[in-house]
């Protein structure tokens, strides 16, 4: 294996191959494909066929872009098998507190995740925060309204900041072509609703105050503390279900039904997409640890509480490691 400079790379050079480029492989495939674990899968298949075509990469390209074309195409094939990801609030209309939840789909709604898992330590601002908008929910949603192609394309230039040379080699296309994907992509995406909601590290120390007061309730189950803290077309969505509920009156429903399974839970304050979020855990049977139960991110609009995605997918949690806070976690 050699490196840009066609110098060998050396077995030993691999964990710090691994340490430099990791993170970002990740960050990409989870925008390619919109799970975390989806992302895990291909990231960890791209190490592998590295590693294994190691011998026969020619330098002919940066490794940077020799990692980044064997995971774009593990994503492609991904993506051929399986559908698009997206929010229940985009595609389905909205329900009724009384409804079930209905049946479990996890190969369609878009997952969240963390944003220690998706951003680069020690990037400057402005790039960190060019970085933190490429995940937010609303934008990786309209991501994956493109075709894979032009997604890729976008993704490439737009975050990755590679040239159009490099692209089309990522791509595996002509850099006409690359240039043709990317424009089309652009100008899909301009046409696409954006979240104009405040990331996490824009808040207000008011609106930081707001969800201090959120957690308080939530952990209380203090309904009504908590529908105050609410816009009145506050939405409430549950992936993996399709169910989603809009405005104040329906969401406090949906708080009232018996049983409730967030009575006597935990609510930690976490980042995910680079939004605010709760990693939610619940207590076991026995009442003597705690176990995961779901991820809520929270859309903040001025000094209310205007959205909670809540997905009710516990293995999420675990991508947080709630344990370094000391509580027992089974």
Same mark, same amino acid.
């Given at each position: 294996?050699?490196?840009?400079?066609?110098? &060998?790379?050396?077995?030993?050079?691999?964990?710090?191959?691994?340490?430099?480029?990791?993170?970002?492989?990740?960050?990409?495939?989870?925008?390619?494909?919109?799970?975390?674990? /989806?992302?895990?899968?291909?990231?960890?298949?791209?190490?592998?066929?590295?590693? @294994? !075509?190691?011998?026969?990469?020619?330098?002919?390209?940066?490794?940077?872009?020799?990692?980044?074309?064997?995971?774009?195409?593990?994503?492609? /094939?991904?993506?051929?098998?399986? &559908?698009?990801?997206?929010?229940?609030?985009?595609?389905?209309?909205?329900?009724?507190?009384?409804?079930?939840?209905?049946?479990?789909?996890?190969?369609?709604?878009?997952? &969240?995740?963390?944003?220690?898992? #998706?951003?680069?330590?020690?990037?400057?601002?402005?790039?960190?925060? =060019?970085?933190?908008?490429?995940?937010?929910?609303?934008?990786?949603?309209?991501?994956?309204?493109?075709?894979?192609?032009?997604?890729?394309?976008?993704?490439?230039?737009?975050?990755?900041? #590679?040239?159009?040379?490099?692209?089309?080699?990522?791509?595996? =296309? $002509?850099?006409?072509?690359?240039?043709?994907?990317?424009?089309?992509? @652009?100008?899909?995406?301009?046409?696409?609703? $954006?979240?104009?909601?405040?990331?996490?590290?824009?808040? $207000?120390?008011?609106?930081?105050?707001?969800?201090?007061?959120?957690?308080?309730?939530?952990?209380?189950?203090?309904?009504?503390?908590?529908?105050?803290?609410?816009?009145?077309?506050?939405?409430?969505?549950?992936?993996?279900?399709?169910?989603?509920?809009? !405005?104040?009156?329906?969401?406090?429903?949906?708080?009232?039904?018996?049983?409730?399974?967030?009575?006597?839970? @935990?609510?930690? &304050?976490?980042?995910?997409?680079?939004?605010?979020?709760?990693?939610?855990?619940?207590?076991?049977?026995?009442?003597?640890?705690?176990?995961?139960?779901?991820?809520?991110?929270? $859309?903040?609009?001025?000094?209310?509480?205007?959205?909670?995605?809540?997905?009710?997918?516990?293995?999420?949690? !675990?991508?947080?490691?709630?344990?370094?806070?000391?509580?027992?976690?089974?």
């Amino acid at each position: 294996m050699t490196s840009t400079t066609g110098v &060998p790379v050396a077995v030993e050079d691999w964990d710090a191959i691994h340490a430099r480029h990791h993170r970002e492989l990740l960050g990409y495939c989870y925008r390619m494909l919109g799970s975390p674990f /989806d992302a895990e899968e291909a990231v960890q298949e791209t190490w592998l066929r590295a590693w @294994r !075509g190691r011998a026969g990469f020619a330098g002919r390209a940066s490794l940077r872009v020799w990692l980044f074309r064997i995971a774009t195409n593990i994503c492609l /094939d991904l993506l051929r098998q399986r &559908p698009r990801r997206e929010r229940p609030v985009d595609v389905t209309g909205a329900g009724d507190a009384a409804s079930p939840l209905g049946p479990r789909d996890q190969d369609r709604w878009l997952l &969240p995740a963390p944003d220690h898992w #998706l951003l680069p330590p020690d990037q400057d601002p402005a790039r960190t925060a =060019v970085l933190r908008d490429s995940v937010r929910l609303a934008f990786v949603a309209a991501l994956h309204r493109l075709p894979p192609t032009q997604r890729a394309a976008l993704v490439a230039r737009d975050i990755l900041l #590679l040239p159009a040379e490099e692209t089309a080699a990522l791509l595996d =296309v $002509t850099v006409p072509a690359a240039n043709g994907l990317l424009r089309r992509a @652009r100008h899909r995406l301009a046409d696409g609703r $954006t979240d104009q909601s405040p990331r996490a590290d824009e808040l $207000t120390q008011h609106q930081r105050a707001l969800l201090d007061r959120y957690v308080a309730a939530f952990e209380r189950h203090d309904i009504p503390a908590l529908l105050a803290l609410l816009h009145d077309d506050a939405t409430l969505a549950m992936p993996p279900h399709a169910l989603w509920l809009a !405005g104040r009156d329906q969401i406090e429903r949906w708080f009232r039904r018996e049983p409730n399974p967030c009575r006597d839970a @935990r609510a930690l &304050p976490v980042q995910a997409n680079g939004a605010p979020a709760l990693a939610i855990l619940h207590r076991d049977q026995r009442g003597s640890a705690w176990r995961p139960f779901a991820v809520q991110l929270l $859309t903040v609009r001025q000094d209310r509480v205007a959205a909670l995605d809540t997905f009710l997918e516990p293995r999420l949690v !675990g991508l947080f490691e709630p344990w370094r806070i000391g509580l027992p976690i089974r």
